[in-house]
């Protein structure tokens, strides 16, 4: 009977410990970051799909002259672009022959293998990557490990409908971080469960990332 509360007493700890750890590392999750503040443009401005501010912000910084090309990521088969510069606001002429759609992509990882491909057929040894703050960790953790070689550089963007102050207060927004923070764990020791499980295994599911729009409550 003592030897089993001793066990029951360990496996609480370790419980308790492993939850202290994870509500620590959601606080510093939910905790904006700051925008990249280097200067020097870079070749490529990498838009990810999920919300217009993003694109708004990859059309300002090609404006700006923070990148030759833009290269969107994760964008619907039906949509060509003028229904993408539609959704900007009409954006001005110029930029028809300086942004590029990627249609491949259907979640994160697969944005990554995307625009490697892409980076890569072009020659190019940089790039801007525009995302949603929240998602931009999962982000540039998966670009880093499909293009080491690359120099990334974070631009995220801040949508109004995710809470920044007293996010816990906002059930939309506490969800949403909650759910990405647990996909940004996932990502981190996937390499490690894909190295344990059989090939075809434990492999990223597509269209993991909801919309800011569901964020209005």
């Known amino acids: 009977m003592a030897l089993l509360w001793g066990a029951s007493r360990r496996l609480v700890m370790v419980a308790v410990g492993y939850g202290v750890l994870w509500l620590a590392g959601l606080l510093w999750f939910a905790t904006p970051p700051a925008i990249d503040s280097l200067a020097t443009p870079t070749d490529a401005i990498v838009v990810l799909t999920g919300g217009s501010l993003r694109l ?8 700006d002259g923070k990148g030759r090309v833009l290269f969107i990521s994760g964008v619907n088969q039906d949509v060509d672009l003028d229904d993408v510069l539609r959704v900007s606001g009409n954006a001005p002429d110029w930029t028809l022959c300086c942004v590029i759609l990627g249609h491949e992509a259907e979640n994160t ?8 491909r892409w980076i890569r057929s072009q020659g190019f040894r ?3 990557l525009v995302t949603a703050w929240y998602h931009m960790p999962r982000s540039r953790l998966e670009f880093s490990r499909v293009m080491p070689e690359i120099d990334i550089v974070a631009h995220p963007v ?20 909650v759910s990405e ?6 990502a981190l020791v996937r390499p490690v469960v894909e190295w344990l499980l059989p090939e075809g295994e434990g492999r990223a599911s597509p269209k993991e ?7 209005r409550r």
């Open 56 to 63: 708004q912000s990859g059309l300002e910084l090609l404006r």
């Open 109 to 116: 990882l697969g944005n990554a293998r995307e625009t490697a």
């Open 126 to 128: 940089s790039l801007r």
């Open 158 to 177: 801040f949508p109004d409908q995710v809470k920044r102050q007293h996010w816990w207060a906002w059930r939309g927004t506490a969800a949403l971080l």
């Open 181 to 186: 923070y647990d996909k940004y764990l996932a």
């Open 209 to 215: 990332e909801p919309t800011e729009a569901e964020m």
